[in-house]
């Protein structure tokens, strides 16, 4: 791994060959190929009013670990075409693989990241903080989190998980780079290209959210049905219950959800809402029918009639024969 930091040159230096054309009163394209101290990178670069594009195909001649400062204040919509990369920022590491993207908000950071591969390919969208403020008041919760986090002046990161760029991602960024118009038609097109991919973006965070509760809630109920299955086979199996270990395997959880869920559905321990059951059963069974005190106790589990005897009385204040004299 080698190291090096990006150097702060201006980029002119580094032309191999390249042209800018002045396609409207504002908007600037710029195509050129920059010699780099890592190895060269291709660029399409589109600028105007607080608005810019940029679209680079970087070729490494090694692995290397950068150093890079951002000075800049923008809102990026970030696209890691193709390559890997390995983020080191704000004391969080970020493994960005190809084919993903992601917004981001850094002003004034410093950061650092390795490539994983030779050849890395990137499509990003700036927005001025101002104007990407002005497009998320309209949109969903998760661009207005987004914009909330904003305004408290640190670096935000739409998700610590960058999702895959969808196939209507890809065109639209394809749209982009070979657009076929021209002066202010080619303005327009990009800027509208600019926001349905923002919208894109905000839609397929929001999916991704959503699915993500989805898959929280259907895996709470199924647990909920396990818990319940779990008071039913106690109930069933009064006279020879299992362990806790046996229940656990029996109904599909491990000991710690098992135990942590019936407490939480039923307000007691799973051997504690067994001895209150059982207690029930029998107290049921001395007042409907001629069953001696000591069969009741041995059909429901109790070791020796005396245990019963007690723990009637525990839980009643009275002894099963006094409450059938009653």
């Known amino acids: 791994m080698i190291t090096t930091a990006i150097p702060e040159v201006?980029?002119?230096?580094?032309?191999?060959?390249?042209?800018?054309?002045?396609?409207?009163?504002?908007?600037?394209?710029?195509?050129?190929?920059?010699?780099?101290?890592?190895?060269k990178a291709d660029v399409k670069h589109w600028q105007w009013d607080d608005i810019a594009i940029h679209y680079t195909k970087h070729y490494f001649d090694d692995y290397f670990f950068f150093e890079k400062k951002n000075n800049d204040n923008k809102v990026c919509l970030e696209f890691n075409m193709k390559g890997s990369y390995l983020i080191r920022h704000a004391g969080q590491i970020y493994n960005i693989k190809g084919s993903q993207h992601n917004i981001i908000y850094?002003?004034?950071?410093?950061?650092?990241?390795?490539?994983?591969?030779?050849?890395?390919?990137?499509?990003?969208?700036?927005?001025?903080?101002?104007?990407f403020l002005s497009i998320a008041e309209d949109g969903n919760d998760i661009l207005k989190r987004?914009?909330?986090?904003?305004?408290?002046?640190?670096?935000?990161?739409?998700?610590?998980?960058s999702q895959s760029i969808t196939p209507e991602l890809k065109k639209n960024i394809q749209d982009i780079l070979h657009?076929?118009?021209?002066?202010?038609?080619?303005?327009?097109?990009?800027?509208?290209?600019?926001?349905?991919?923002?919208?894109?973006?905000?839609?397929?965070?929001?999916?991704?959210?959503?699915?993500?509760?989805?898959?929280?809630?259907?895996?709470?109920?199924q647990e909920k049905d396990?818990?319940?299955?779990?008071?039913?086979?106690?109930?069933?199996?009064?006279?020879?219950?299992?362990?806790?270990?046996?229940?656990?395997?029996?109904?599909?959880l491990n000991e710690y959800k098992l135990k942590r869920g019936?407490?939480?559905?039923?307000?007691?321990?799973?051997?504690?809402?067994?001895?209150?059951?059982?207690?029930?059963?029998?107290?049921?069974?001395?007042l409907d029918t001629a069953k001696k005190a000591s069969e009741i106790a041995y059909e429901l589990g109790y070791s020796s009639p005396q245990h019963f005897n007690n723990a009637f009385r525990k839980k009643f204040g009275i002894t099963p024969q006094k409450l059938r004299n009653k």
């Open 146 to 161: 987004f914009a909330d986090r904003m305004m408290e002046g640190n670096p935000v990161v739409l998700s610590p998980n």
């Open 226 to 252: 396990q818990i319940h299955y779990a008071r039913t086979y106690m109930e069933q199996h009064m006279d020879t219950p299992p362990s806790l270990s046996e229940l656990a395997r029996i109904v599909g």
């Open 262 to 286: 019936f407490k939480e559905i039923y307000q007691t321990t799973i051997f504690g809402y067994l001895a209150d059951h059982r207690l029930l059963q029998a107290k049921q069974l001395l």
């Open 10 to 39: 201006p980029q002119h230096l580094f032309y191999e060959h390249g042209q800018m054309s002045v396609l409207s009163s504002d908007l600037t394209e710029e195509i050129k190929t920059l010699a780099l101290p890592y190895g």
């Open 179 to 221: 657009c076929r118009y021209t002066g202010g038609l080619k303005k327009l097109f990009i800027l509208s290209k600019s926001i349905e991919i923002l919208v894109l973006q905000a839609e397929s965070y929001d999916k991704a959210e959503q699915q993500s509760r989805h898959t929280i809630y259907c895996k709470n109920i």
């Open 106 to 131: 850094t002003p004034q950071v410093h950061n650092t990241f390795q490539n994983g591969d030779l050849i890395g390919e990137t499509f990003k969208i700036h927005f001025s903080p101002e104007r």
